[in-house]
């Protein structure tokens, strides 16, 4: 556990200018700076208290500005990209990627477990003209940063939060928290104990609010891995529940792909065989098994398919 | 032992338009979500009525069941914790004055009578504990202004889960203590016994009659039935030496290959009671807001201390759980901190059982680990 460094800002009272906040955007859907984009009364707080430099959704275009807190969405995943964070490191006091694209790599990581260059020559005719590197990165894999915000889209209140904890001069809080212990905190019923639904929330990160559980749906781990992710545990927790190897795996290849502790499930992990338990194979569209369909008299959604 | 009286089901009603007559917000038992929950309660027809509940290890699921009984389940997640220890509660505000200083203000809730119905034996005795931490020791003054305002009315549990063991820690299946009414429940009716004042008034209010003898021993043939029923238990009501004795037991190690560190167990628990807190600065900067919320010793912040996390890893945060509920909280409290409700081992997402933890960990140790009953 570290914390991020302290503040670049002092208190706003002592302060002869507004800082400066740029929001830059990589290869990405656009949607964290959406996120940011719909915050309502508080964007308009927000663009009261920083000189907003550059953020190209809110229609405020300055890619090179300098900035003292700078905001990133999106992977680096070309040349340019790569060539370009380097710029914004340098001219950024405070680096915060935002968003699981920017943090993880995003979902166009997934590429990064496949050979992208046949891909690329096997879908267009003239590749050539593709700037594409070959892997989709985070930000921090790149340049050093400040302090990470994921989740896909990143979490509005979040963000915010980091912000008025910079312009207090303050160390901004890192979430450490899994989905779990906010999912209890919100009195929702447990989707993987009721439901056998192969839930992540009980080693991923929280900041959505337990989203997907409160819609009595299976966490699938778009804020990525919290603190001491038992992933292995959980791998296996979801053989037990009648995923065959590959339905297990495929559910830490969404946003988060990118993490290492997906990444080394990805590449390490084998279920281990029980003592006595069936060997059929569920596919990943069902995540019950036919014992459990006949004690789940009340179900607590009328569905039970998968992502 | 005070005589009960019965209550025709028919009447039950009655119960509740009392409580509501009285100004009390009647919290009770009702299906959501796949399981028992706590929540307000307009009517009885809102009550789980031939409702059963299957728990073992991992696993809750409700059934639908042949009779018209409303209280025929063992407990769900929750019960009494989350009504007086808050998830999540504002504490204080910080505003910043004219002149630029700053100005603390506590937050306190309005006070409002609660009723909570079909409170089980186990979760009596985790309100005693919760009272101990929280109102007696701290005077914490939200949750003893709400739980000045509780009234209770337990009903006896006649259908213990798998996963129960309260007959072992001797909290129930009986309810000796704690409520201001007491219901046990028959196929025709309840049986009705006043604890306080209060319960009594409430009873002279509803329409009681006596029981015949073969009600009277219809209800306790179902309660040494729900008794006999439990077949988990702790080694001993006092694990405290044995534990202490064994940090270092491999099962601690081995535990830890199959616990997900999640903190599920602790947030069911009826009484645990760590919380942690947050500071939520506004965005224009005129304040600042204080919240507690509940925290787990599962998670890095509980043991983060001056830049150096004292419990890394799973092993460490699950022997401190179990450590402390079962062997540290003899010295908080002057008993353990487990009531045998079992609700770590049904909402444990991989179904580890508290009791075959502490059994494996305490089977070398001491007499305490003989007093079993």
């Known amino acids: 556990m570290t914390s991020p460094p302290k503040s670049p800002l002092q208190p706003v009272d002592s302060l002869d200018r507004r800082p400066r906040l740029a929001v830059h955007k990589l290869s990405s859907c656009d949607g964290c700076q959406l996120a940011l984009l719909n915050a309502g009364a508080s964007l308009l707080r927000l663009a009261e208290r920083f000189d907003i430099v550059h953020f190209a959704e809110a229609g405020i275009i300055d890619v090179d500005a300098e900035a003292d807190i700078a905001l990133v969405e999106g992977s680096v995943s070309t040349a340019e990209e790569a060539e370009r964070i380097q710029t914004i490191r340098a001219r950024s006091r405070w680096l915060m990627p935002i968003g699981a694209c920017a943090t993880a790599g995003g979902p166009q990581a997934l590429k990064n477990l496949a050979n992208a260059e046949a891909w690329i020559a096997s879908s267009y005719p003239e590749p050539q003209h593709i700037d594409a590197r070959p892997t989709a990165d985070a930000v921090a894999a790149h340049v050093h940063v400040e302090l990470e915000l994921p989740g896909c889209p990143v979490s509005t209140p979040q963000v915010l939060a980091a912000l008025a904890s910079l312009l207090a001069g303050a160390t901004p809080l890192a979430e450490q928290d899994k989905i779990c212990l906010d999912c209890k905190r919100r009195g929702q019923v447990c989707v993987l104990v009721t439901q056998d639904a192969p839930c992540l929330g009980p080693i991923t990160v929280t900041g959505c609010g337990a989203l997907c559980p409160s819609l009595g749906r ?18 296996q927790r979801f053989a037990e529940l009648g995923l065959d190897a590959e339905a297990v795996k495929r559910r830490f290849l969404f946003q988060q792909s990118g993490a290492a502790p997906f990444q080394q499930l990805l590449r390490e992990w ?6 006595g338990s069936a060997t059929a194979s569920v596919d990943q569209g069902s995540s019950m098994t036919s014992e459990d369909r006949d004690h789940s008299m009340i179900s607590a959604s009328g569905e039970d398919e998968d992502d | 032992m005070i005589a009960s009286r019965f209550l025709p089901r028919q009447h039950l009603q009655t ?15 009702q299906v959501r979500d796949g399981a028992i929950v706590y929540d307000r309660l307009g009517d009885l027809t809102a009550l789980p009525i031939g409702i059963g509940a299957h728990q073992t290890p991992g696993r809750y699921r409700l059934e639908h069941q042949d009779h018209q009984r409303c209280f025929a389940w063992a407990n769900g997640p929750q019960a009494l914790k989350p009504l007086l220890f808050a998830p999540h509660e504002t504490l204080w505000r910080t505003e910043r004055d004219d002149a630029g200083r700053l100005a603390f203000t506590r937050e306190l809730q309005p006070a409002q009578r609660q009723a909570v119905i079909g409170v089980r034996a186990c979760d009596l005795a985790a309100l005693a504990l919760q009272d101990a931490h929280f109102a007696d020791a701290r005077a914490d003054p939200s949750y003893s202004r709400r739980r000045h305002d509780l009234l209770l009315v337990g009903v006896e549990c006649g259908q213990p889960a798998d996963t129960c063991f309260c007959a072992s820690t001797g909290e129930g299946p009986a309810i000796s203590t704690g409520t201001d009414l007491t219901l046990t429940e028959l196929d025709a009716g309840f049986l009705v016994r006043a604890g306080t004042e209060v319960g009594s008034a409430l009873c002279d209010a509803l329409p009681l009659r006596a029981p015949s003898d073969g009600e009277l021993a219809q209800a306790e043939a179902e309660i040494e039935q729900a008794r006999l029923s439990q077949h988990r238990s702790l080694p001993g009501r006092n694990l405290r030496e044995s534990l202490f004795a064994n940090l ?14 999640c903190g599920n167990c602790v947030a069911v628990c009826p009484t645990c009671f760590c919380s942690t807190e947050r500071e939520q600065p506004s965005i224009d900067g005129s304040g600042s807001t204080r919240v507690r919320l509940w925290d787990s010793c599962f998670s890095a912040e509980h043991s983060y201390v001056h830049g150096r996390l004292l419990r890394p890893d799973t092993r460490t945060r699950y022997r401190q759980w179990l450590t402390h509920k079962l062997g540290g909280w003899h010295d908080q409290y002057g008993r353990s901190g487990c009531v045998g ?8 997402p991989v179904g580890i059982d508290l ?13 305490s680990a003989q007093e079993a009953p």
Not at chain 1, 270 to 275: C, D, F, G, L
Not at chain 2, 15 to 29: E, K, M, S, T, V
């Open chain 1, 270 to 275: 084998h279920p281990k065989p029980r003592a």
């Open chain 2, 355 to 367: 009791t075959a933890e502490a059994n494996a960990i305490c089977s070398d140790a001491s007499e």
């Open chain 2, 341 to 348: 409700c079992g609700r770590c081992i049904a909402w444990c």
């Open chain 1, 218 to 235: 299976a966490c699938y781990g778009c804020y990525g891995p919290a603190e001491n992710p038992e992933v292995a545990t959980l791998a």
């Open chain 2, 15 to 29: 119960l509740f338009d009392q409580l509501d007559a009285l100004g009390y917000r009647c919290i009770g038992p």
């Open chain 2, 248 to 261: 270092d037991h491999p099962r601690w190690d081995e535990v830890a290959t199959r616990c997900l560190a």
